[in-house]
């Protein structure tokens, strides 16, 4: 991808290498010109830039045109096209500059997307992450807004109420506290209760209401932004065993503007409007962001190091008060080449399954105990299929969704399992048992055979209430039960830890801990998560710092869009009023 960068100030004149000199005039500072290029019908391959002062959209967008035509000739290799400074004659510093493009479109090849790495980068917005909650709000800095319909009706009389006054207004203009009161679901954040009650009418009642919100563009409004990720758009759902199927009904895995049942209709997969495939998930993420044209801004194949404040804001929110420090981890000469970013606002959207969760017991750290769907997925592989007398079985510990998962996987391919959780066998309050069976027959299934074991499944042994003492170099493992029951040692063929995961924030200093709700512990999603303003996701602790997603506490994708929309509105709101002061 292009990467132009513009450091300057109020110059008249710039330079570029021994090209020559060109004349730069004509935009008045501080003017957004996101996509200025649709003027000129190059509306996907824009040069986007937001110059401290007087840069002439054209001179950029011929610069651009420029290096277009020299890669299409072969002159310029691909890889070459990393960054490219144009020094002003000017002394000033950069305010807000960025301007991305596929070199694999000019040249039909695949280059790895690279960063500069001397800091002269300086955006608004740094998203660190690339899942559902980063895509949507990638989407919403691109200049998409929502509004509501022009004759909205929902079942919530309150809601209602206010909606009809709203009728075919925007929600960026509009008070989410008071829209939000009021509200209840399976989220604590009020923005993520209203989006979803807008997008979703009664859904958890069984509705198909059709969305109470309308999308339109407005590119006057989109902000400067890039998503880094380390793989492909989508983030963790790229990592999951493909045909392992969501919680959540398919539907409510979409994104606005594209509907998932349109995509799945348009790629000839089957759709029924209940529970969709990993792999078809994390297709549609891919997709989404090719068609929406969000991918020239984002950045995968990246490993952010470190994310770090260098000023306090004060009056001016549009400073850029924030270094994020990475590497790239992609193929090739680029692979472990470092960059930097500055920004004036970072949004933490990295999920919460970067590092799993441990048991902390002697031994774990051997060779056949696993915590990840790589290690059972080897398993898997590496083992033959069927039932033998002499094969050990897999040791599952884990009484939640992951460890059924595994519990599943096992018993598809044959292969003898023994399940060991802290607990009783699912009683009315156990997430498994709170699933309707019509929906989630398998995870019923393995509530069944935690609760009858080896008395009705073959090859199937459940160990409630017992937990693990240690891991024996010798493939054994000692398990203790009930105060009562004797000490088990029980020799695996492997073990399949499954107990949770938590995010990786360890580019933050002392790994986020200060963001916590609890800041002496560590962050949960379920139990502590970050601290944040209800109605904009910022941090507590860190102003200009936003927390989006599962990191918000909204584990489902319904709901994670809801920070997306918070921390957009209070963005789009702050350069507004930054603006408006400057121009006075």
């Not at 000199?21 to 010109?33: H, L, M, Y």
């Not at 039909?108 to 800091?119: K, M």
């Not at 606005?256 to 549609?284: C, G, H, I, Q, S």
């Not at 997709?287 to 991918?295: F, K």
């Amino acid at each position: 991808m292009l990467l132009v960068c513009v450091p300057g100030g109020g110059g008249r004149r710039g330079n570029f290498g021994e090209a020559g000199t060109f004349p730069v005039s004509g935009i008045e500072a501080g003017n957004e010109k996101l996509n200025e290029a649709d003027k000129f019908g190059e509306a996907d391959k824009a040069i986007t830039t937001v110059p401290a002062n007087h840069v002439r959209y054209r001179y950029l967008l011929t610069l651009y045109r420029v290096i277009r035509r020299y890669l299409k000739r072969g002159m310029m290799k691909p890889s070459a096209v990393n960054g490219i400074v144009l020094n002003m004659d000017t002394s000033g510093s950069v305010d807000y500059c960025c301007g991305m493009e596929d070199a694999g479109r000019m040249t039909g090849q695949d280059p790895e997307v690279v960063l500069v790495d001397d800091g002269t980068l300086t955006l608004p917005v740094v998203i660190v992450g690339n899942g559902p909650s980063a895509i949507f709000l990638s989407l919403l800095l691109s200049g998409w807004r929502p509004q509501v319909v022009s004759e909205p009706s929902h079942s919530n009389p309150l809601l209602d109420c206010k909606l009809k006054e709203l009728a075919g207004q925007g929600l960026f203009e509009q008070d989410l506290d008071y829209l939000s009161q009021g509200l209840e679901g399976r989220s604590s954040n009020p923005v993520s209760l209203l989006l979803d009650a807008l997008l979703r009418p009664d859904a958890d009642c069984g509705s198909e209401e059709p969305s109470l919100v309308d999308w339109h563009r407005d590119t006057s409004c989109a902000i400067p932004h890039l998503v880094l990720g380390r793989g492909p758009p989508g983030g963790s759902w790229n990592d999951m065993d493909g045909s392992m199927r969501t919680l959540s009904l398919g539907s409510w895995m979409e994104l606005p503007v594209l509907a998932f049942k349109d995509w799945m209709l348009e790629n000839r997969r089957n759709f029924r409007n209940d529970r969709a495939t990993a792999a078809d998930v994390a297709a549609y993420y891919r997709h989404y962001v090719r068609e929406m044209r969000l991918d020239r801004r984002f950045i995968t194949g990246t490993h952010v190091t470190s994310v770090r404040r260098t000023t306090l804001p004060k009056h001016d929110r549009s400073i850029a008060s924030w270094v994020v420090d990475g590497h790239h981890v992609g193929r090739g000469q680029e692979g472990n080449k470092s960059f930097r970013v500055r920004a004036a606002t970072v949004v933490l959207a990295t999920g919460s399954t970067d590092k799993v969760a441990k048991l902390g017991v002697l031994g774990e750290e051997l060779s056949y105990v696993g915590h990840t769907a790589l290690h059972l997925e080897a398993i898997l592989k590496e083992t033959p299929k069927g039932f033998s007398a002499t094969c050990p079985p897999v040791l599952v510990v884990g009484g939640g969704f992951s460890a059924a998962d595994a519990v599943l996987a096992l018993r598809h391919a044959g292969l003898p399992v023994v399940h060991a959780f802290r607990g009783p066998p699912g009683g009315s309050g156990h997430g498994l048992a709170q699933l309707p069976s019509s929906l989630y027959p398998e995870y019923h299934k393995v509530l069944q055979m935690m609760h009858l074991g080896n008395e009705s499944y073959y090859g199937f042994t459940s160990l409630p209430s017992h937990r693990v003492l240690s891991f024996l170099p010798n493939n054994k493992v000692l398990l203790a039960g009930p105060s009562d029951s004797p000490l088990i040692a029980q020799t695996v063929l492997a073990v399949a830890v499954r107990i949770g995961s938590a995010p990786d924030l360890s580019f933050l200093p002392e790994g986020g801990q200060a963001l916590a709700l609890y800041p002496n512990d560590g962050i949960s999603p379920r139990s502590n998560p970050v601290a944040l303003e209800p109605l904009t996701h910022e941090t507590k602790a860190e102003p200009g710092l936003f927390a989006i997603g599962p990191l918000a506490g909204d584990k489902f994708v319904r709901f994670s869009l809801g920070g997306g929309l918070a921390a957009a509105v209070c963005i789009a709101s702050r350069r507004h009023d930054v603006t408006s002061i400057k121009n006075r």
